[in-house]
Nanobody, 124 residues
């Protein structure tokens, strides 16, 4: 049974930092795509960063590249998202997600498992 539980969201001023955590149970890094998504009201969920099965180089969207960093602690089965130089446009609900992939392909949407989300609010 896969379970994803996020924590670490909150409110911060522009330029500040937050670190999100995702406690992932039932997930094997070699078999799953792992990643972070975010969503604001009225907009589609946006994939921010993906770690491909086997831990290949993560892929970031352009708007967060150089500011956000994904990492894993295999011993703790925890996925992290370090967010630096935060901007008001980063305000969103952030979700941890996992997708079972036999081929190593990670689709853009329709992943198998989702956390409940954690809110990040960045004020100007």
């Amino acid at each position: 049974q896969v379970q994803l539980v996020e924590s670490g969201g909150g409110s911060v001023q522009a330029g500040g930092s937050l670190r999100l955590s995702c406690a992932a149970s039932g997930v094997t890094a070699s078999d799953y795509c792992l990643g972070w998504y975010r969503q604001t009201p009225g907009k589609e969920r946006e994939r921010i960063v993906t770690i491909f099965p086997g831990g290949r180089n993560p892929h970031y969207i352009g708007s967060v590249k150089g500011r956000f960093t994904i990492s894993q602690d295999s011993a703790k089965n925890t996925l992290y998202l370090q967010m630096d130089s935060l901007k008001p446009e980063d305000t969103a609900m952030y979700y941890c997600a996992a997708h079972l992939s036999a081929t190593g392909y990670c689709p853009l949407l329709n992943w198998d498992y989702w956390g409940q989300g954690t809110q990040v609010t960045v004020s100007s």
